[in-house]
């Protein structure tokens, strides 16, 4: 209850400091505890509250050396159905609607990680857009 409590408040704190001046707005970004040996997905919510159509490129942050956007896809059907995981090279972000990157769907995977990742750090990660100004998001690493 206490990291709940802890998430949702840290969530609206990045919130606000995650915003740029032309509309994109991310927040609640978070990833789980992850040595460094392994990789790490991150998920958020990206609202796109301007008039004009936009995509997410791609992401950098110094706590990995590779970050890719990836999207779980279901394959085959019935007894034969799996899931992969497959790269993204663009999201579309419409005018005035949100894109939410969560576990089982959109993410961002972290590869080759700089440092472990434990709960309760924090670390910057920087969203590319087709044309918005970079928008650097504070990911908190939490027990989920």
């Not at 994109?24 to 609202?47: C, E, G, K, M, N």
């Not at 791609?58 to 085959?76: C, L």
Request: proline content about 4%; some cysteine; hydrophobic content about 45%.
């Amino acid at each position: 209850m206490k990291n709940t409590r802890t998430f949702i408040l840290s969530a609206c704190l990045f919130a606000l400091a995650a915003c740029s001046p032309d509309g994109l707005h991310a927040y609640a970004a978070w990833t789980r505890p992850t040595p460094q040996s392994d990789i790490a997905a991150v998920y958020f919510a990206i609202h796109n509250d301007t008039r004009e159509d936009d995509a997410l490129l791609g992401a950098s942050t110094d706590a990995a050396r590779v970050a890719e956007m990836h999207e779980n896809m279901s394959i085959g059907s019935g007894e034969s159905e799996s899931t992969m995981m497959m790269p993204v090279g663009r999201v579309e972000l419409p005018a005035g609607h949100e894109v939410v990157f969560e576990p089982g769907g959109l993410h961002l995977m972290l590869i080759d990680l700089t440092k472990d990742l434990v709960a309760g750090d924090h670390f910057s990660l920087v969203l590319h857009f087709e044309h918005g100004a970079d928008l650097e998001v504070e990911v908190t690493v939490m027990d989920q």
